[in-house]
């Protein structure tokens, strides 16, 4: 289907309504009439129409917006005339990447470093203890991720700990 243009009438909805909740009530009928004139049942509204209707707050939406609809897979999808489409990205490489990869010789795809070999942990070996978080100085107080990740590390070597005692 193709772009499809409409000029929702919208004060005759809200004037009746409480001044406070005229724009949820705007989008609220934006969203109704979408779904009756495009015959669909889900509608997607732009981050423009958004702004559009609280430009002058919440108490004084505007009384017609046009939005421009087009349908893909049942979902209706409406922007502003002045909106440009935004493409959605592909998930895969695109046809460009894949050939500068292609022609680019595999000495420049290794990486730079080479490290040693590294060497498994087996369950026999016992691991090094970990160092003990400073401790705060009198009167100081830690953040709420600091005091988390000190717990994390006392519950750890206790856990740690356990286990050795087991074996």
Do not use: C, F
Not at 44 to 51: M, Q, T, V, W
Not at 64 to 78: F, L, N, R, Y
Not at 108 to 128: I, L, N, R
């Amino acid at each position: 289907m193709a772009d499809r243009v409409y000029t929702i009438p919208l004060r005759a909805s809200w004037v009746v309504h409480p001044r406070i909740s005229r724009v949820n009530r705007s989008v609220n009928v934006i969203r109704a009439y979408l779904e009756r004139h495009a015959k669909v049942d889900e509608v997607k509204l732009s981050a423009g129409i958004n702004e559009y209707l609280w430009i002058s707050g919440a108490k004084k939406p505007p009384g017609a917006i046009k939005v421009v609809v087009s349908v893909k897979e049942g979902i209706a999808h409406a922007r502003l005339p002045e909106e440009k489409v935004a493409l959605p990205e592909k998930k895969g490489k695109t046809e460009k990447a894949a050939k500068d990869e292609a022609k680019a010789p595999a000495a420049a795809m290794a990486p730079a470093t080479t490290a040693a070999p590294v060497k498994p942990a087996t369950t026999t070996e016992k691991k090094p203890a970990t160092s003990t978080p400073p401790k705060p100085e009198k009167g100081k107080k830690l953040t709420p991720e600091e005091e988390a990740a000190q717990l994390w590390k006392e519950t750890e070597q206790k856990v740690a700990e356990k286990g050795e005692q087991k074996s």
